[in-house]
T-cell receptor, first 111, second 116 residues
Framework: DAGVIQSPRHEVTEMGQEVTLRCKPI?????LFWYRQTMMRGLELLIY????????DSGMPEDRFSAKMPNASFSTLKIQRTQQEDSAVYLC?????????FGPGTRLTVL | AQKITQTQPGMFVQEKEAVTLDCTYD???????LFWYKQPSSGEMIFLIY??????QNATEGRYSLNFQKARKSANLVISASQLGDSAMYFC?????????????FGKGTRLSVIA
């Protein structure tokens, strides 16, 4: 069975540009989570969805960040006007029951 | 609020030996789950083991076992017969089990190095 799929795996962009990260959850899972991982702050929740509905986006740093889940098999995380502090690994996870299963992550580098 | 504390930034273990990675937690929730994940240098988070707060027996998965001491609020991971491939970051995490699916709260991790 395919696991959580994320694309791109690596993204390098310049300050001020816009990037869109993509996530395909495991088929049948009804919850999707976006986390950000940095050396300084560790792993932090950005936003999560249950049954395609955003439940908690309090972890989204600024209005520059937005996430959508148009259907059960796809989610995007968009970062506008990127800043160097946005450099991180962005991890997507999906869940049906107790465990959450993670994708390989997208490493974003903002120059 | 939930909090996970991992006090060991780094650990070394000899190949074939057992190692214990410490994890303490704090929560006011009655029903919660405790998790351990492994993150090798490739970056992927690999689920290892899960313990529910109402589970009376300690969870085991192959060479991994979770030493759950509810009164002490600890959930230590024990890896038996360490292998070179066990070298990685290990994260302890928890979440409230009610209601439904909720986000994980992670500790800062422990870097395990297995020495030949």
């Amino acid at each position: 069975d395919a696991g959580v799929i994320q694309s791109p795996r690596h993204e390098v962009t310049e300050m001020g540009q816009e990037v869109t990260l993509r996530c395909k959850p495991i088929s049948g899972h009804n919850s999707l989570f976006w986390y950000r991982q940095t050396m300084m702050r560790g792993l932090e929740l950005l936003i999560y969805f249950n049954n395609n509905v955003p439940i908690d986006d309090s972890g989204m740093p600024e209005d520059r960040f937005s996430a959508k889940m148009p259907n059960a098999s796809f989610s995007t995380l968009k970062i506008q006007r990127t800043q160097q502090e946005d450099s991180a690994v962005y991890l997507c996870a999906s869940s049906l029951a107790d465990e959450q299963f993670f994708g390989p992550g997208t490493r974003l580098t903002v120059l | 609020a939930q909090k996970i504390t991992q006090t060991q930034p780094g650990m070394f273990v000899q190949e074939k030996e057992a190692v214990t990675l410490d994890c303490t937690y704090d929560t006011s929730d009655q029903s919660y789950g405790l998790f351990w994940y492994k993150q090798p240098s490739s970056g992927e988070m690999i689920f290892l083991i899960y313990q529910g707060s109402y589970d009376e027996q300690n969870a085991t998965e192959g060479r991994y076992s979770l030493n759950f001491q509810k009164a002490r609020k600890s959930a230590n991971l024990v890896i038996s017969a360490s292998q070179l491939g066990d070298s990685a970051m290990y994260f302890c995490a928890m979440r409230d089990l009610n209601p439904g699916n909720t986000p994980l709260v992670f500790g800062k991790g422990t870097r395990l190095s297995v020495i030949a």
